[in-house]
């Protein structure tokens, strides 16, 4: 499905321009953009940024393969386990059941869902009356299904008229910076025209290194100097996005940590400053989730949520981790839709998410 669709009707698309640093100007003096942003006490390496990561795939393969490859991992440590629990019980007694609490919560599905979803299998295997084993992999899938299957809207939030203004935010470390490069690369490849804020101005080297993303996937950058005020760059980014007509404004973030309520505060006026020019604005609220982090994403989630309003969360590095059962504790345990999950390394590697392809690939 094509991001643009809802909005993007003979408008006149135009080349995009090189990569221009903005000056700073700064907004007319506030509260929120007066204040600085003070760096995170816990230094994280920059992500790395490899040849691999910046290209697209050579090959192309089917979306659903490209999921089910992405969850290979995850597959292993859920499914197959199962299967090999139903190979190995006898019967459907509390063994078998305990044993497949165990095999859910070890691939972080979090307790609380998975003692749900198992009270719900033996109901099931009752009003069914199972007695066979080998029954039961059906009705799991179905529970998990279940679980998976609600009225939130997995899409993006676009602005009624251009620019759509996408906040990113989330913890060091968590792949904002790829997952913007990304999304950037999907927009342009719609026909869009986008611009990134370069409004982490406080780690080391996030500004070049953005810009080096920027660069290769050929869109436009508005940063300041390093240690600049985040809220005059987003000032600029806002209103060079008006003045170029720009589809999407994709605003990079500090990375902070969730429980420091100070630089969370920060990321609100952050916000503000947006809401000034745009009242609707930001459209979207992206948090970017590192799947190998397991439960601590959940912990994550809800500070983030309290304090910027979230309203859709990116899920990097389900490629990397056996543990991607999370993406189903965060759809129970959250009312936060996911609505973008990382699968691979390349530019191609980010996709919309889909709840039933996503059950299917796990069972496949």
């Not at 189903?328 to 996709?351: F, M, N, Q, S, Y």
Request: aromatic fraction near 4%; hydrophobic fraction near 40%.
């Amino acid at each position: 499905m094509r991001f643009l669709d809802r909005f993007r009707k003979g408008r006149g698309k135009t080349e995009v321009e090189p990569v221009v640093e903005a000056e700073p100007a700064v907004p007319a003096a506030s509260d929120e953009t007066e204040s600085e942003i003070s760096e995170p006490s816990v230094q994280i390496e920059p992500e790395e940024v490899t040849v691999s990561d910046l290209e697209p795939v050579k090959k192309k393969e089917g979306l659903f393969a490209r999921l089910k490859k992405g969850l290979t991992k995850t597959r292993e440590n859920i499914t197959e386990k199962v299967e090999q629990l139903i190979k190995t019980s006898r019967r459907l007694d509390e063994d078998f059941f305990e044993e497949l609490e165990a095999i859910l919560i070890q691939a972080d599905v979090g307790v609380n869902t998975t003692l749900e979803l198992v009270d719900s299998l033996r109901q099931g295997v009752k009003e069914q009356r199972l007695t066979e084993v080998e029954d039961v992999k059906g009705l799991i899938k179905e529970e998990i299904a279940a679980i998976m299957t609600t009225d939130r809207d997995n899409s993006l939030c676009l602005a009624a008229e251009p620019p759509t203004i996408i906040m990113v935010v989330g913890v060091n470390g968590v792949g904002k910076t790829t997952t913007i490069a990304k999304l950037a690369y999907r927009f342009k490849q719609e026909g869009s025209r986008t611009i990134i804020a370069a409004a982490d101005t406080f780690r080391a080297a996030a500004i070049d290194q953005l810009q080096i993303w920027a660069d290769r996937v050929g869109v436009e950058v508005i940063k300041h100097q390093e240690g600049a005020d985040p809220g005059a760059v987003v000032f600029d980014a806002v209103n060079a996005a008006r003045s170029r007509q720009a589809d999407f404004l994709i605003i990079d973030t500090a990375g902070r940590l969730h429980t420091k309520s100070n630089l969370m505060d920060e990321i609100a006026k952050v916000k503000r400053v947006i809401q000034r020019e745009y009242p609707d604005g930001p459209h979207e609220v992206l948090l970017v989730l590192d799947a190998t982090t397991g439960q601590n994403a959940i912990s994550q989630a809800k500070e983030f949520y309290q304090a910027t309003g979230v309203t859709g969360i990116a899920l990097t590095k389900l490629d990397g981790t056996a543990k991607g059962g999370i993406v189903i504790a965060i759809t129970k345990e959250l009312d936060i839709p996911v609505k973008l999950i990382g699968i691979g390394e390349t530019l191609e590697d980010l996709r919309e998410f889909d709840a039933a392809e996503y059950v299917e690939a796990l069972f496949a």
